[in-house]
């Protein structure tokens, strides 16, 4: 019978067993990973987040690795009923990262359970916030997030024609409300949140007409707004014509009345010097003043009545003797 030598064998046995355990004594983190060593599934040591070659003792202790980076959280639409009973469907994401990385391996161990958990945490949280707040708290914002303020618009019941309930909050301060309530639930789990905010906010065709209404209202309380301030300026420019006008007539009739004033004393002047030169020129302009009073007070219906001691019956006497002389100088000659 032929004897085998095993001993060849045993030593290239024991050999690949040596190379074997040397071989998964060792093992690489990377950069986006956290790694806790367990032995007999329980948690042993720190947790390892430095990239990079570390050692382990084999076959007793085994790796588990954990993702260091931001993860996301994305929910599905809910429907939500707010403070004023309007229904919606909130659509909300969140960004979080494993913040204990023992913590989270001992009561979740793996992501799946994690995002169960954010499910349950962070849905239960956005219907409390959104079930405290009215439906204009959520959605009108701007831009950057903030609610949107208008001192015009006067708060009232929700839903009137040119009222517009008063803005409080508003989404930013919603969404962090949110995130503060459950961030303190999910650091139990070895989470933290980073971010929480709601993506999308739809209707329910029941609600369309209020949304609509609403909208409507705030349309007509601007438009007012515009129209009260085109009605104040309008207002405000009338006036300041009207003040205008009257400084332009006041002015004007300052100069007309000191250009009369000049030109009454120059014929006043004119008047004195007629008089103290020719006497007789002087006469005949009050007659001819007199003759033209006469013409603008009587007319061809007029009766007059003089006494002999008046000035015009002197006048008119003196008129016609004179008239009667001449007669009689042009018969003589």
Same mark, same amino acid.
């Given at each position: 019978?032929? /004897?085998?030598?095993?001993?060849?064998?045993?030593?290239?046995?024991?050999?690949?067993?040596?190379?074997?355990?040397?071989?998964?004594?060792?093992?690489?983190?990377?950069?986006?990973?956290?790694?806790?060593?367990?032995?007999?599934?329980?948690?042993?040591?720190?947790?390892?987040?430095?990239?990079?070659?570390?050692?382990?003792?084999?076959?007793?202790?085994?790796?588990?690795?954990?993702?260091?980076?931001?993860?996301?959280?994305?929910?599905?639409?809910? #429907?939500?009923?707010?403070?004023?009973?309007?229904?919606?469907?909130?659509?909300?994401?969140?960004?979080?990262?494993?913040?204990?990385?023992?913590?989270?391996?001992?009561?979740?161990?793996?992501? /799946?359970?994690?995002?169960?958990?954010?499910?349950?945490?962070?849905?239960?949280?956005?219907?409390? #916030?959104?079930?405290?707040?009215?439906?204009?708290?959520?959605?009108?914002?701007?831009?950057?997030?903030?609610?949107?303020?208008?001192?015009?618009?006067?708060?009232?019941?929700?839903?009137?024609?040119?009222?517009?309930?008063?803005?409080?909050?508003?989404?930013?301060?919603?969404?962090?409300?949110?995130?503060?309530?459950?961030?303190?639930?999910?650091?139990?789990?070895?989470?933290?949140?980073?971010?929480?905010?709601?993506?999308?906010?739809?209707?329910?065709?029941?609600?369309?007409?209020?949304?609509?209404?609403?909208?409507?209202?705030?349309?007509?309380?601007?438009?007012?707004?515009?129209?009260?301030?085109?009605?104040?300026?309008? #207002? /405000?420019?009338?006036?300041?014509?009207?003040?205008?006008?009257?400084?332009?007539?006041?002015?004007?009739?300052?100069?007309?009345?000191?250009?009369?004033?000049?030109?009454?004393?120059?014929?006043?002047?004119?008047?004195?010097?007629?008089?103290?030169?020719?006497?007789?020129?002087?006469?005949?302009?009050?007659?001819?003043?007199?003759?033209?009073?006469?013409?603008?007070?009587?007319?061809?219906?007029?009766?007059?009545?003089?006494?002999?001691?008046?000035?015009?019956?002197?006048?008119?006497?003196?008129?016609?003797?004179?008239?009667?002389?001449?007669?009689?100088?042009?018969?003589?000659?």
């Amino acid at each position: 019978m032929m /004897r085998i030598n095993l001993l060849p064998a045993a030593v290239i046995a024991g050999a690949l067993l040596l190379f074997l355990a040397l071989f998964s004594s060792f093992y690489t983190v990377d950069q986006t990973e956290q790694v806790i060593i367990t032995q007999f599934g329980k948690p042993i040591g720190e947790p390892i987040t430095d990239p990079g070659l570390h050692f382990r003792v084999p076959f007793v202790q085994s790796v588990n690795r954990l993702d260091k980076r931001f993860l996301e959280w994305d929910g599905a639409p809910v #429907a939500i009923p707010t403070r004023d009973k309007t229904y919606i469907h909130v659509d909300a994401f969140a960004r979080w990262r494993i913040e204990g990385p023992t913590t989270y391996f001992v009561r979740l161990h793996d992501e /799946r359970s994690a995002q169960s958990r954010l499910e349950d945490i962070l849905g239960s949280e956005t219907r409390n #916030a959104i079930a405290k707040h009215d439906l204009i708290e959520i959605v009108r914002t701007d831009k950057n997030r903030q609610p949107r303020h208008d001192e015009t618009l006067k708060g009232g019941p929700t839903g009137t024609i040119g009222i517009l309930p008063p803005i409080e909050f508003g989404r930013l301060k919603i969404e962090e409300e949110i995130k503060g309530a459950a961030a303190q639930k999910l650091a139990e789990f070895g989470i933290a949140v980073l971010d929480f905010r709601i993506k999308r906010v739809n209707y329910n065709p029941d609600v369309l007409d209020r949304i609509y209404q609403r909208m409507i209202s705030e349309r007509l309380q601007i438009a007012q707004r515009f129209r009260s301030e085109g009605e104040g300026e309008s #207002a /405000r420019i009338a006036g300041q014509r009207e003040r205008d006008l009257n400084e332009i007539r006041s002015n004007a009739y300052r100069t007309v009345q000191q250009i009369r004033g000049e030109a009454d004393a120059r014929a006043t002047e004119i008047y004195a010097r007629a008089y103290t030169q020719n006497p007789q020129a002087a006469e005949f302009y009050a007659f001819l003043k007199v003759l033209e009073t006469y013409h603008k007070t009587f007319t061809k219906d007029s009766t007059l009545v003089l006494s002999t001691d008046s000035d015009i019956f002197a006048l008119l006497k003196h008129g016609a003797s004179k008239t009667k002389t001449e007669q009689v100088t042009q018969g003589a000659e």
